[in-house]
T-cell receptor, first 111, second 116 residues
Framework: GIQVEQSPPDLILQEGANSTLRCNFSDSVNNLQWFHQNPWGQLINLFYIPSGTKQNGRLSATTVATERYSLLYISSSQTTDSGVYFCAVVAYTGTASKLTFGTGTRLQVTL | DTEVTQTPKHLVMGMTNKKSLKCEQHMGHRAMYWYKQKAKKPPELMFVYSYEKLSINESVPSRFSPECPNSSLLNLHLHALQPEDSALYLC???????????????FGPGTRLTVT
């Protein structure tokens, strides 16, 4: 099956710093999602991005499908950004979709 | 509204118990999913339902029994679980291909299950 790797695995930032998280995948995909999992386990949708660049406030994402990677940018980080960031590649399976999650990046933002 | 709800939030059960997890969405999605997430690992797909029919079973042991009684509800029936089944169980939903562009999944808050 498809392999999805994320880097770095762990990241500690001071509040206000910027960061870039990377997601590499081993095969072509139909689409890609980025999630933030908060400390209570809730997966929050950040981006649904098959290619190109999208922005939402302090966050933006870029997917280069032909080179099989996606990047998540976090600017001016805040303590509420702490948690685990997952990318997940989307494969259409008949009439539904199947997500394969990456290994995750655990982010801690300190004061 | 992109809300998926799950009950209960926490569940502790013995290995001989029978319990059920419940998931509900009112977004009109006709594809629903169960995932299992162990500590410090990514979620792993267990089951996919399309239009209330089971379409994918990722070789899940029969002690987990899914059910989709209607287009808004998804249940996961649990019986004779093992301690290694302790995990966060997540439900998700998405549009079905017949409804338009398929793919973006929305997750519920999960049920944290402990098997003693």
């Amino acid at each position: 099956g498809i392999q999805v790797e994320q880097s770095p695995p762990d990241l500690i930032l001071q509040e206000g710093a910027n960061s870039t998280l990377r997601c590499n995948f081993s095969d072509s995909v139909n689409n890609l999602q980025w999630f933030h999992q908060n400390p209570w386990g809730q997966l929050i949708n950040l981006f649904y991005i098959p290619s190109g660049t999208k922005q939402n406030g302090r966050l933006s994402a870029t997917t280069v499908a032909t080179e099989r990677y996606s990047l998540l940018y976090i600017s001016s980080s805040q303590t509420t950004d702490s948690g685990v960031y997952f990318c997940a590649v989307v494969a259409y399976t008949g009439t539904a979709s199947k997500l394969t999650f990456g290994t995750g990046t655990r982010l801690q933002v300190t004061l | 509204d992109t809300e998926v709800t799950q009950t209960p939030k926490h569940l502790v059960m013995g290995m001989t118990n029978k319990k059920s997890l419940k998931c509900e969405q009112h977004m009109g999605h006709r594809a629903m999913y169960w995932y299992k997430q162990k500590a410090k690992k990514p979620p792993e797909l267990m089951f996919v339902y399309s239009y209330e029919k089971l379409s994918i079973n990722e070789s899940v042991p029969s002690r987990f029994s899914p059910e989709c009684p209607n287009s808004s509800l998804l249940n996961l029936h649990l019986h004779a679980l093992q301690p290694e089944d302790s995990a966060l169980y997540l439900c998700a939903s998405s549009l079905h291909r017949g409804q338009g562009i398929v793919g973006e999944q929305y997750f519920g808050p999960g049920t944290r299950l402990t098997v003693t």
